[in-house]
């Protein structure tokens, strides 16, 4: 069965920090490089992290030096770690496949940064 589930957003302001979790199936999780998308109201779904099975990662030019993608291999789970948080970063964010997503995806968490 299918399951990717997002969590961990929430308002926070300019500056600040959030960590994301998603929990993800082991058919999905265990063999392919993961990645952290997000759509902003208006625009289409955008990939701004990814993380291989051997950990080895690669950001959006936009995230770089601001967010860290990770995963744990023993619980299925990919994080994103964001700071320094910009009111652009406001979105909501999905994780899935990096390479090739399922037509599946997660409901979402929602990020919004204001002050």
């Known amino acids: 069965q299918v399951q990717l589930v997002e969590s961990g957003g929430g308002l926070v302001q300019p500056g600040g920090s959030l960590r994301l979790s998603c929990a993800a199936s082991?058919?999905?999780?265990?063999?392919?490089?993961m990645g952290w998308f997000r759509q902003a109201p208006g625009k289409q779904r955008e990939l701004v992290a990814r993380?291989?099975?051997?950990?080895?990662?690669n950001y959006q030019d936009s995230v770089k030096g601001r967010f860290t993608i990770s995963r744990d291999n023993a619980k299925n789970t990919v994080y994103l770690q964001m700071n320094n948080l910009k009111p652009e970063d406001t979105a909501v964010y999905y994780c899935?496949?990096?390479?090739?997503?399922?037509?599946?995806w997660g409901k979402g968490t929602l990020v919004t940064v204001s002050s």
């Open positions: 899935n496949r990096a390479t090739d997503p399922l037509d599946y």
């Open positions: 993380v291989t099975t051997s950990g080895t990662t």
């Open positions: 082991g058919t999905i999780f265990r063999f392919n490089s």
